[in-house]
């Protein structure tokens, strides 16, 4: 392909984009904010990420110090935070809450666009097919009910990186494995923006390699596949291995007092196909539907029977998500964080897509393309001029909303993250910096890095400090006139907070507590940052060596 056809493809792809564009950011014209479910917890991630760019703290910040009035959560750890920092900077910059929110999501859809163009393109081998899918799937019902219904950041993030999945598991099987990076690229993406998304799109991954394990028994694609997985998991320990450590330490209110039963969530098929339905596959994917079950009577073809087997697939995994399926036995396995069935629309309504990108590519001539594209383009809109009227009124959110103590105890989701002894009305309603001991309450002081710091005047004994428990935590006593600290001993409370044994003898000075990290985290981001050089290293080996 020259350059000019190049030039001309990517003018396209990126009007397609700009279209998306200036439909998604339709409701966040107005000056205030649409706040849905969670919408609130994640700005106040962006405003912890914000914090910890300001006060010059270390990254990766795994608790945040400036949730649940300065007792922390570990947001940092269990969310990965790592798309968030664009949103976050430009929030340390001086932009207001909201619209660093709204430039995050815009971001999002802009990259979702490229991601969704590139890997239909790759796989329908046509131009036009990329640009359909753009529009498509960048206005797909279920991601305007993430971004304006329900605020689910992480999902939104997640879309970005599934189009690239799908095309690695394509190019695996139906290609010859001869893009391993493809497959990479989707799964890493997966790991660090949404792990409900991956461990869904990981079990899609498996039945795909089942279905197609033929074409998968040969030596390029094992070694592409395991290579792949292996860079995979060596690129994303810094996050996934710390997890598994606070695991091994603790109990989280996401295993003991789960947020949803899943037998209990799924929908029906009014809620399936309803046009108003936050949980459906919208107008378009009923319209996508339709036009391949009319194609396959009048005009089936074997060369097109990729793009019944795609829809079919998406027809099945939206039908999954109905109370027919065996979702109590999936409660008793490690999937039930997946929490509501209906995540399972954002694999459903791609595969749909990528379905009738697939049938459509077969019609020639390009007046006949740019009405499709026109006609895509109208049905995705009217599906947010369908669901606007259901969405929250919008509302103000001050740039100092963080200083409000209470604002910060909105942690979304049941607050899963949360040890599960943890009870946070009380903690809401604790005077704020409030250690004790054996004498009376205090009050500490919380200081802009995270640390809470108190006044130690030699009483021995329990010590209960306003951090909440994670592993990492050091408490250390620093002797007026002496630079030795001297490490004092905690533990875990009942309440899941901090609790110091202080022992006797002990000189009077100032007692830290912060978040250190533990020698295991450090150790995982060492080995995710040496992994990144070293694939950074042979992609551009490889580079040099193809243009040679």
Request: some cysteine; charged content about 15%; proline content about 5%.
């Amino acid at each position: 392909m020259n350059k000019t056809m190049r030039r001309k493809q990517w003018a396209g792809a990126l009007g397609c984009t700009l279209a998306v564009l200036i439909v998604c950011a339709q409701p966040f014209l107005n000056r205030d904010l649409i706040v849905g479910s969670d919408t609130m917890f994640h700005i106040l991630r962006i405003e912890s990420l914000a914090n910890v760019l300001k006060t010059g703290q270390p990254l990766p910040a795994r608790v945040y110090s400036l949730m649940q009035g300065g007792y922390g959560y570990a947001a940092g750890l269990f969310y990965p935070d790592l798309f968030l920092l664009p949103a976050a900077a430009a929030r340390a910059l001086g932009l207001g809450p909201e619209l660093a929110y709204k430039f995050h999501l815009m971001l999002c859809t802009v990259l979702q666009c490229l991601t969704c163009y590139c890997a239909a393109k790759a796989i329908s081998k046509s131009h036009f097919g990329g640009c359909l899918m753009i529009l498509l799937y960048g206005l797909g019902q279920y991601r305007l009910v993430n971004i304006f219904a329900r605020g689910a950041v992480g999902e939104v993030q997640a879309m970005i990186f599934l189009p690239l999945a799908v095309w690695g598991l394509w190019d695996l099987t139906e290609e010859g494995a001869k893009r391993p990076w493809v497959l990479f690229l989707g799964f890493t993406g997966l790991v660090l923006s949404h792990t409900v998304s991956l461990a869904i799109m990981g079990v899609f991954a498996v039945v795909w390699v089942l279905v197609r394990l033929p074409r998968v028994l040969n030596r390029r694609a094992i070694l592409s596949g395991c290579g792949a997985a292996a860079a995979c998991l060596l690129v994303s320990c810094g996050y996934w291995l710390p997890v598994l450590e606070q695991f091994a330490s603790q109990k989280f209110r996401v295993s003991e007092k789960p947020f949803t039963v899943l037998a209990n969530e799924s929908i029906d098929l009014k809620a399936l196909v309803g046009l108003k339905s936050y949980w459906g596959v919208g107008l378009a994917g009923l319209v996508l539907v339709a036009v391949g079950l009319v194609w396959a009577i009048l005009r089936f073809k074997k060369e097109r029977l990729a793009a019944w087997a795609m829809m079919g697939a998406g027809v099945f995994v939206a039908l999954c998500t109905l109370g027919w399926f065996p979702w109590a036995l999936v409660d008793k396995t490690p999937l039930k964080s997946i929490q509501f069935p209906w995540r399972l629309n954002g694999l459903s309504y791609y595969l749909i897509c990528m379905g009738a990108v697939l049938l459509l590519t077969g019609i020639c001539g390009k007046g006949k393309r740019l009405g499709i594209l026109v006609l895509a383009l109208v049905i995705s809109a009217a599906q947010l001029t369908i669901l606007w009227p259901r969405f929250h009124s919008p509302s103000n959110i001050p740039a100092d909303f963080a200083a409000q103590r209470e604002a910060t105890f909105q942690l979304g989701a049941g607050a899963e993250w949360l040890p599960s002894e943890v009870n946070t009305e009380t903690f809401c309603n604790e005077a704020p910096a409030q250690w004790t001991n054996a004498q009376g309450s205090f009050e500490g002081e919380y200081r802009a890095n995270g640390d809470f710091v108190l006044e130690f005047e030699g009483v021995a004994g329990p010590y209960g400090i306003p951090k909440m428990y994670y592993k990492g935590y050091t408490a250390r006593l620093y002797p007026q006139g002496s630079e030795d600290a001297v490490e004092i001993p905690f533990h875990k409370d009942s309440t899941g907070r901090i609790e110091l044994d202080v022992p006797q003898g002990l000189p009077s000075g100032e007692i830290v507590v912060r978040y250190a990290g533990t020698f295991l985290q450090h150790l995982a981001d060492w080995v995710s940052a040496a992994a990144v050089l070293c694939l950074c290293g042979l992609g551009i080996a490889h580079v040099l060596r193809k243009r040679k």
